[in-house]
């Protein structure tokens, strides 16, 4: 009983069902955004091989399970940073506290989330990405194949084999050979390569998306060259190869099973550049699906930054985090890829990392301190104060230039605002900066002239405030010292 008791069920199933509302929305949101991008490829694929509304659909369903393992990740980070940025902004974070439950009791509904989300991204990852590569690649190849095999006809010219132009005398219904071919071949050159043939085939290879043309008892005849000659040849081959869009040389190795590319690897030795091809693509499965977890859990110290009269500013930090970690993921990729270092260091940098940045984040919304230190804050806040000033001198440029330089001069100063002030650093915001509500600063001044005679001075954005640089409304910067 005491142990049940200990679980505050009624919370964690509110504190859940907040968290996937949004969740689920931003996922079908960034779900239309990558279907739109891969929407336009797959429609010129199919207007080039005229398929139907049904093999379309199915083309496109294949590529979902790729497209899960991006957007879960997305998906969940900002669901959980919108749900308790709500919590916080009207006071029910700060309700429970006041009810006896600390930030540690609000931890395991987020865990619970989280590892049903990573679980389920895992399974895509692992199990659903080769099915569907396989199947997308089975069903591409039949599709092109069909057009191949009804674009040849007796006594007819062809083009669906793209750059390669093929007539056929005739066709015998039981073998399907050909007989008095015809083949212009203009793949790479400005005049075509002329080919002709007693008899000829067309074999497929499922396995290598190849097509294979076989010439027999021919000549072959390239014009336009200084040494053009005619060549007779007993046997001649030219191979198509056919790929599906949207993929490339990850082909092979999108529909190997998480075995197969370790046998793979194994055959070709494990200090082999196709060995760490295989082993990237490997730990790729499992890594993503990981992150997903340390992701999610990201955002329950972005949406604690939320609260009444201040900014959320969670969702913008956590998108940043987010496309820092496929930078950071990337850049380990490359790693594995192009050096001698070790695949599993490389791979698994980004989620080690991104792990202790949970958990310092974590600990510090949980002690009531911001995410950052003070000293970290500040190297920050003015290394994008050093980035927004020349911004800020070009529209103070612009204005003057425009003839409204003195529309607004010294708007803040002659308003006579109350400012307030850092007593250490000896800095005052006026309301419009960010600054302005911080804890650290204490002092309150009736203007900016009384802050001024008492030693104060005004930081970067305000100074440029002060200029007329910007209205209040327009503060984007996060403020600080200069």
């Given at each position: 009983?005491?142990?049940?008791?200990?679980?505050?069920?009624?919370?964690?199933?509110?504190?859940?069902?907040?968290?996937?509302?949004?969740?689920?929305?931003?996922?079908?949101?960034?779900?239309?955004?990558?279907f739109?991008?891969?929407?336009?490829?797959?429609?010129?694929?199919?207007?080039?091989?005229?398929?139907?509304?049904?093999?379309?659909?199915?083309?496109?369903?294949?590529?979902?399970?790729?497209?899960?393992?991006?957007?879960?990740?997305?998906?969940?980070?900002?669901?959980?940073t919108?749900?308790?940025?709500?919590?916080?902004?009207?006071?029910?974070?700060?309700?429970?506290?006041?009810?006896?439950?600390?930030?540690?009791?609000?931890?395991?509904?987020?865990?619970?989330?989280?590892?049903?989300?990573?679980?389920?991204?895992?399974?895509?990852?692992?199990?659903?990405?080769?099915?569907?590569?396989?199947?997308?690649?089975?069903?591409?190849?039949?599709?092109?194949?069909?057009?191949?095999?009804?674009g040849?006809?007796?006594?007819?010219?062809?083009?669906?084999?793209?750059?390669?132009?093929?007539?056929v005398?005739?066709?015998?219904?039981?073998?399907?050979?050909?007989?008095?071919v015809?083949?212009?071949?203009m793949?790479?050159?400005d005049?075509?390569?002329?080919?002709?043939?007693?008899?000829?085939?067309?074999?497929?290879?499922?396995?290598k998306?190849?097509?294979?043309?076989?010439?027999?008892?021919?000549?072959?005849?390239?014009?336009?060259?200084?040494?053009?000659?005619?060549?007779?040849?007993?046997?001649?081959?030219?191979?198509?190869?056919?790929k599906?869009?949207?993929?490339?040389?990850?082909?092979?190795?999108?529909?190997?099973?998480?075995?197969?590319?370790?046998?793979?690897?194994?055959?070709?030795?494990?200090?082999?550049?196709?060995?760490?091809?295989?082993?990237?693509?490997?730990?790729?499965?499992?890594?993503?699906?990981?992150?997903?977890?340390?992701?999610?859990i990201?955002?329950?110290?972005?949406?604690?930054?939320?609260?009444?009269?201040?900014?959320?500013?969670?969702?913008?930090?956590?998108?940043?985090?987010?496309?820092?970690?496929?930078?950071?993921?990337?850049?380990?990729?490359?790693?594995?890829?192009?050096?001698?270092?070790?695949?599993?260091?490389?791979?698994w940098?980004?989620?080690?990392?991104?792990?202790?940045?949970?958990?310092?984040?974590?600990?510090?919304?949980?002690?009531?301190?911001?995410?950052?230190?003070?000293?970290?804050?500040?190297?920050?806040?003015?290394?994008?104060?050093?980035?927004?000033?020349?911004?800020?001198?070009?529209?103070?440029?612009?204005?003057?230039?425009?003839?409204h330089?003195?529309?607004?001069?010294?708007?803040v100063?002659?308003?006579?605002?109350?400012?307030?002030?850092?007593?250490?650093?000896?800095?005052?915001?006026?309301?419009?900066?960010?600054?302005?509500?911080?804890?650290?600063?204490?002092?309150e001044?009736q203007?900016?002239?009384?802050?001024?005679?008492?030693?104060?001075?005004?930081?970067?954005?305000?100074?440029?405030?002060?200029?007329?640089?910007?209205?209040?409304?327009?503060?984007?910067?996060?403020?600080?010292?200069?």
């Open positions: 009983m005491n142990r049940t008791a200990s679980w505050p069920l009624l919370l964690y199933s509110y504190l859940i069902t907040e968290m996937l509302a949004p969740f689920f929305a931003s996922f079908v949101v960034m779900n239309a955004i990558f739109l991008v891969k929407l336009i490829p797959f429609l010129n694929f199919s207007l080039e091989l005229s398929i139907g509304a049904g093999d379309f659909i199915r083309l496109l369903s294949y590529t979902f399970p790729n497209m899960f393992l991006y957007t879960m990740p997305m998906a969940a980070m900002i669901g959980v919108i749900a308790f940025s709500r919590l916080s902004s009207d006071a029910e974070i700060l309700a429970l506290k006041a009810g006896g439950i600390s930030a540690y009791q609000i931890v395991p509904p987020v865990l619970i989330v989280a590892l049903a989300i990573t679980m389920l991204t895992a399974y895509f990852s692992v199990r659903l990405i080769p099915i569907s590569e396989t199947a997308m690649r089975q069903l591409t190849y039949q599709l092109m194949k069909e057009k191949i095999d009804k040849i006809r007796e006594y007819q010219f062809t083009e669906a084999l793209g750059d390669l132009v093929v007539h005398g005739r066709i015998d219904k039981e073998s399907g050979a050909w007989k008095n015809w083949v212009s071949d793949r790479g050159v005049n075509p390569t002329i080919t002709m043939a007693a008899t000829g085939s067309m074999v497929s290879d499922l396995n998306m190849n097509v294979t043309i076989v010439l027999n008892d021919g000549s072959l005849n390239r014009p336009g060259q200084p040494d053009a000659q005619i060549i007779h040849f007993k046997e001649y081959v030219i191979n198509i190869p056919l599906p869009p949207a993929m490339g040389e990850s082909v092979d190795r999108g529909t190997l099973t998480m075995p197969e590319l370790i046998e793979k690897a194994k055959e070709y030795g494990w200090d082999t550049q196709r060995a760490r091809v295989m082993l990237i693509e490997y730990h790729k499965r499992l890594v993503l699906p990981v992150g997903c977890l340390f992701l999610t990201l955002g329950l110290p972005f949406g604690l930054q939320a609260g009444p009269g201040r900014k959320a500013i969670g969702v913008p930090l956590g998108l940043a985090v987010f496309i820092g970690y496929y930078i950071f993921f990337t850049l380990g990729k490359m790693l594995a890829r192009d050096s001698t270092l070790p695949v599993v260091p490389c791979m940098a980004a989620n080690v990392f991104f792990l202790l940045l949970a958990l310092f984040f974590i600990q510090r919304v949980t002690n009531e301190l911001p995410l950052l230190p003070e000293a970290v804050s500040r190297f920050f806040g003015k290394f994008f104060r050093l980035i927004a000033l020349p911004f800020m001198a070009l529209i103070r440029f612009g204005r003057r230039l425009f003839g330089g003195q529309a607004t001069p010294m708007v100063e002659k308003t006579g605002l109350a400012v307030r002030g850092d007593p250490k650093s000896k800095i005052f915001h006026f309301p419009g900066c960010d600054q302005y509500h911080l804890p650290k600063c204490t002092m001044f203007s900016a002239e009384i802050a001024r005679q008492s030693g104060y001075h005004p930081c970067l954005f305000c100074r440029a405030l002060a200029r007329g640089a910007a209205p209040p409304s327009t503060h984007s910067p996060s403020g600080g010292q200069p």
